[in-house]
């Protein structure tokens, strides 16, 4: 039985839910409207510099939970591939400089290469940055992707593959993301859950729009879609994961809205539908 969600104490909304903002729109929408967490992405970032971020952060009294995102590790060239993990690194000293203990990883695919070629890149990409990880004393989560991503974004589209490298790697600083949009379908996804363990690192919500009219900016309200959310939510906290909960839309019809009533809208959401 999922106990019901009756504060807003664990919200944390992504700077890409509210896409038009920079980031001093979205700490002062996120501060005033009562929302406590943020996760940041690196072209919210990229305007101020890490540093300055990373003080408009702390001065905001935001909790910041992650940066999003990581990844992309394969590449048909040994050289790209290095570039790959250098911006991986520079990833990890972003997170560290605005307080974010978590860089979310999604780990890419090249379209054309055999998946299991562009895993195994990944495998080795995350073990080649992991030092530098541990050093910042950053953790890296591996999210999967929906398999519709498996083309060009993502090569590890279950939890189940997405435990199996976490296992495989064997480090306290690697674990897992489960974004509902992406799992809510795996007939595996109780039992991976379970399996995921305390190597849950983070939580995404949104919904899955019926039809879904672009695969990438059509993500629907917590609420408007298929996907039963609070019953996700329930198998996460079974195991013992307590951390905040992380809206992620990306929509182009919600990035149109005026962000403050988005904010309002997704506070309603959070309070009945996850
Ligand atoms: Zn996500």
């Not at 999604?106 to 080649?128: K, T, Y």
């Not at 729009?209 to 695969?215: D, F, K, L, S, V």
């Not at 879609?225 to 609070?230: A, K, L, N, S, T």
Request: aromatic share 8%; hydrophobic share 40%; with cysteine.
């Amino acid at each position: 039985m999922t106990s019901s969600i009756t504060d807003l104490s664990r919200l944390c909304i992504h700077t890409m839910t509210t896409k038009p903002w920079n980031l001093a729109e979205t700490i002062a929408g996120y501060t005033s409207a009562g929302v406590p967490g943020i996760t940041v992405w690196r072209n919210h970032i990229e305007p101020y510099g890490a540093e300055e971020a990373g003080r408009m952060l702390r001065d905001s009294g935001l909790r910041v939970v992650s940066l999003c995102r990581g990844g992309f590790f394969p590449a048909r060239s040994a050289a790209d591939r290095e570039a790959a993990r250098d911006d991986n690194r520079r990833a990890i000293d972003e997170a560290a400089a605005i307080g974010a203990p978590l860089v979310v990883l999604v780990c890419g695919a090249v379209p054309g290469m055999e998946l299991a070629e562009a895993r195994q890149q990944i495998m080795d990409g995350i073990e080649a940055v992991l030092p530098h990880a541990r050093a910042a004393e950053v953790k890296l989560a591996i999210e999967p992707l929906h398999p519709m991503y498996a083309d060009d974004r993502s090569a590890v589209n279950t939890l189940e593959q997405a435990n199996n490298m976490v296992l495989a790697i064997g480090s306290p600083w690697v674990g897992v993301t489960v974004d509902v949009y992406h799992c809510w379908w795996d007939p595996m996804l109780k039992s991976e859950i379970q399996r995921a363990g305390n190597s849950i690192f983070s939580f995404h919500v949104c919904d899955w729009r019926t039809p879904t009219r672009h695969i990438l900016t059509d993500r629907g309200m917590m609420g408007e879609g298929c996907v039963d959310i609070p019953r996700i939510r329930g198998w996460v906290e079974d195991t013992g994961f307590t951390g905040p909960i992380e809206v992620e839309i990306f929509s182009t019809e919600f990035w149109d809205w005026d962000q403050e009533q988005l904010v309002e809208r997704i506070k309603r959401a959070y309070l009945s539908a996850v």
